[in-house]
C-alpha cells in the first residue's frame, strides 16, 4: 500500500509540528519525546503502553511515564496538519466512545454506555471531535478529551461545555457540526447558536413537530396564529413539504417546521425515506439542521457521513492502542488517547499525499505493517552494520517493508 518513503512520517511530524507556537517555545528535550513517540506509535505492532515503548526504544518506562504527565497541545497539532487537506465540504462530528478499564484508583472511572455491548458498562469515556470531509468521505482526529466521573456531572452539560471551549478551533474548518440522536436537546442547539454555529443531527420519530402559519393574520385580539397543525412525518403535506430527490432507494422530503423540543424553534427537516430492491418502505428518518438555508441533500449526507468518527475509534483501538494505556493519571490518560488517534491522521495523510495510492483504499493496517518492518530493518541494519544504499541492499530492503502487506 505504502511506498518506500519512512523518512516522510518524521518529516511529517516535524512540518506539522514547527508551525505551532506552543511545539516552538517547547525545549529541545521535549520536541524530541513528542516526535520519537509519535514515531513510536506509528511503528509497534500489538499493544503499546509503557513497557512496550521502552522495548522499541533506547529510553526506559520511567522516562515515558513522567514525560505523558506533561500537557501537549494536539488539538493544535492536528488541526495544522488536516487544515490545508481537507475540501471546503467539511463538517466537526462529535462523539463519546468507551475506554475498557480494570481497577478502582483510575480518574475518570464509572458507568458508561458501549455502543458495541448496547448497555453501561465500567471503564471510561473519551468525548471525540473529528474534521469529516465529506468529498473524501473521511475523518481526521482533532482532539479527545477524557469525561470525568462526578455524582454532580450532568454529562448533558459537560458535552455542551465542551463545544463552549473549543468552537474557536472549530470555526477555522466550518459552522457545522454534527452529532447523533442522543444530541437533539434543547441545550445543544442553544449552545451551538450561542456560539455561532449549526447543528445538525436525527429526531426521534415521535417528535412534536408543527407547521409554520402563513395565513392571513386575525384583526381580532390576542397573540397571532403561530401553526397551522401537527406534522405526521408518514404523512407530510405537500402544501408545506417539497420531493427535492426521488430515487428507487430514496426520497428526501423538505421543509422549515417548529420543532417543540427545540423551545418552539424553526428547523430545517428533511424527510428520507428508505426502499429496498423490491421498493417496500424499509425506513424513514426526521434529519434537521439548524441552518434554515441549508441543501436538505446535504442535511441527509452531513449526518450519515458523520459515522466516519466511528472509524476513527476502530482504527485506534485495533492499531495504535487506544485502549492499551496502563496509566491512572488524568493528563497520562489525555496524552495516550490523543497520541493513538493522532497517529491515525498522520496515516490517512501519507495515504493522501502519496499519488500512487489515490484510487486506493485506506488501510490503517498496512501503514502499520510496513513502518514495523521498516523499524525493525533500521535496528538489524544498524547492529550489523549493514551498508543500506548499496544498489543490491536498496531493492531488498524495499522489498523487506512491504512484506506482510495487504495492498502492494
Known amino acids: 500500500m505504502i511506498n518506500n518513503s519512512y523518512p516522510n512520517c518524521k518529516e511529517l511530524i516535524v512540518r506539522a509540528l514547527s508551525g505551532l507556537e506552543i511545539f516552538e517555545t517547547l525545549k529541545e528535550c521535549r520536541k524530541n519525546f513528542i516526535i520519537s513517540v509519535l514515531i513510536c506509535f506509528s511503528s509497534i505492532k500489538g499493544k503499546i503502553n509503557f513497557l512496550q515503548l521502552e522495548r522499541f526504544s533506547d529510553k526506559c518506562e520511567q522516562y515515558f511515564r513522567i514525560n505523558f504527565e506533561n500537557k501537549f497541545n494536539f488539538q493544535g497539532l492536528n488541526l495544522a496538519m488536516i487544515k490545508e487537506r481537507v475540501s471546503s465540504e467539511c463538517l466537526i462530528a462529535f462523539d463519546p466512545s468507551y475506554i475498557p478499564k480494570s481497577g478502582k484508583k483510575t480518574y475518570g472511572l464509572g458507568m458508561y454506555w458501549s455502543g458495541c455491548a448496547g448497555k453501561p458498562k465500567w471503564g471510561l469515556d473519551i468525548c471525540g471531535f473529528a474534521a469529516v470531509d465529506t468529498k473524501m468521505n473521511t475523518a481526521f482526529h482533532l482532539n479527545a478529551i477524557q469525561t470525568p466521573k462526578s455524582k454532580d456531572t450532568n454529562l448533558l452539560h459537560y458535552y455542551c461545555q465542551l463545544i463552549k471551549e473549543n468552537y474557536l478551533y472549530f470555526k477555522e474548518l466550518t459552522a457545522y457540526l454534527v452529532a447523533d440522536s442522543y444530541f437533539a436537546k434543547c441545550e445543544v442547539v442553544q449552545t451551538m447558536t450561542a456560539v455561532g454555529m449549526h447543528f445538525i443531527s436525527r429526531l426521534r420519530d415521535d417528535a412534536a413537530l408543527f407547521y409554520p402559519y402563513n395565513g392571513p393574520k386575525s384583526s381580532g385580539r390576542g397573540a397571532p396564529k403561530k401553526y397551522a397543525g401537527k406534522v405526521n412525518p408518514k404523512e407530510p403535506d405537500m402544501s408545506f413539504f417539497t420531493l427535492c430527490y426521488n430515487t428507487a432507494e430514496l426520497k428526501v422530503y423538505n421543509a422549515t417546521v417548529y420543532c417543540m423540543a427545540f423551545d418552539k424553534r424553526k428547523i430545517n427537516l428533511s424527510i428520507a425515506v428508505f ?15 439548524t441552518d434554515l438555508e441549508m441543501n436538505p441533500m446535504k442535511i441527509v449526507s452531513y449526518y450519515r457521513s458523520r459515522f466516519q468518527i466511528e472509524f476513527l475509534y476502530r482504527d485506534a483501538k485495533q492499531h495504535c492502542g487506544l485502549e492499551d494505556c496502563q496509566a491512572r493519571s488524568k493528563n497520562k490518560l489525555n496524552f495516550h488517547f490523543n497520541v493513538a488517534l493522532t497517529i491515525v491522521n498522520l496515516a490517512k495523510i501519507q495515504w ?12 490503517m493496517a498496512d501503514f502499520k505493517t510496513f513502518y514495523h518492518n521498516k523499524l525493525l530493518l533500521d535496528r538489524f541494519l544498524s547492529v550489523f552494520a549493514i551498508n543500506p544504499n548499496t544498489t543490491k541492499n536498496k531493492q531488498k530492503i524495499k522489498e523487506l517493508a512491504k512484506y506482510g502487506l495487504i495492498a502492494t
Open 275 to 289: 426502499y429496498n430492491k423490491n421498493g417496500k418502505e424499509v425506513a424513514r428518518k426526521l434529519y434537521f439542521s
Open 352 to 363: 493522501l499525499d502519496n499519488k500512487e495510492l489515490a484510487n486506493e483504499p485506506f488501510s
